[in-house]
């Protein structure tokens, strides 16, 4: 069965660097997002994106972040100058749009900013 | 964002029937999902609703009320496996989903 896959699983960076997490989507999906968790908090949404451009973005999503789809198959988000408050397990999902729109998430990337 | 509202906990024993109630704001509506999360694991979609009515599938039911903005989700014959959040998302503007903060289930033998 396709899959969301997400690289790396686990990220540590120190506070005030870059990270960027991978995505592979699956293969013929139009609709491409990336959500956040905090630990014991709510999924929260952050960005989605639809033919090669941002289409919502949510007010956590700030200057600090990008998204970027560098190929047909990859999509990334960048985060600039990590804050401890980024701590979180980033999950991202893809979605056919048609017929029932369901996103299908991958397993996520767990960043810890020491 | 959507004032997506969800019971935080729940508990129920083992073989009985549990009711998730979820509700959203009705403005710019266009589905209304049912996720499955385990702890430290990524959200599993369990039902999709875009029209009023019930769906079946298997022990999971879930229903949708668009103009009561009202969606529950029914878990019947709960078995121990069931202990997780269950989370109401709802798609907006054909973009955007937007989650609930989850009903964790606590199934007791």
């Known amino acids: 069965e396709p899959e969301v896959t997400q690289t790396p699983s686990h990220q540590v960076t120190q506070m005030g660097q870059e990270v960027i997490l991978r995505c592979v989507p699956i293969?013929?999906?139009?609709?491409f997002y990336w959500y956040r968790q905090i630990l014991g908090q709510k999924v929260e949404f952050l960005v989605s994106?639809?033919?090669?451009?941002?289409?919502?973005k949510s007010e956590i999503f700030d200057d600090q972040f990008s998204v970027e789809r560098p190929d047909g198959s990859n999509f990334t988000l960048k985060i600039r100058s990590t804050k401890l408050e980024d701590s979180a397990m980033y999950f991202c999902?893809?979605?056919?749009?048609?017929?029932?729109?369901?996103?299908?998430f991958g397993q996520g990337t767990r960043l810890t900013v020491v | 964002g959507q004032n997506i509202d969800q019971p935080t906990e729940m508990t129920a024993t083992e073989g009985a029937i549990v009711q998730i109630n979820c509700t959203y704001q009705?403005?710019?509506?266009?589905?209304l999902f049912w996720y499955q999360q385990h702890a430290g694991e990524a959200p599993t979609f369990l039902s999709y609703?875009?029209?009023?009515g019930l769906e079946e599938k298997g022990r999971f039911s879930s229903f949708l009320s668009r103009s009561k903005g009202y969606s529950y989700l029914l878990l019947k014959e709960l078995q121990m496996k069931d202990s997780a959040s269950y989370l109401c998302?709802?798609?907006?503007?054909?973009?955007?989903?937007?989650f609930g903060s989850g009903t964790k289930l606590n199934v007791k033998p």
């Open positions: 293969s013929n999906h139009l609709y």
């Open positions: 999902a893809s979605s056919s749009g048609t017929p029932n729109r369901q996103a299908f």
């Open positions: 009705t403005s710019g509506f266009n589905g």
């Open positions: 609703n875009v029209l009023d």
């Open positions: 998302a709802v798609l907006y503007n054909f973009n955007k989903f937007y």
């Open positions: 994106f639809y033919n090669n451009e941002i289409s919502e």
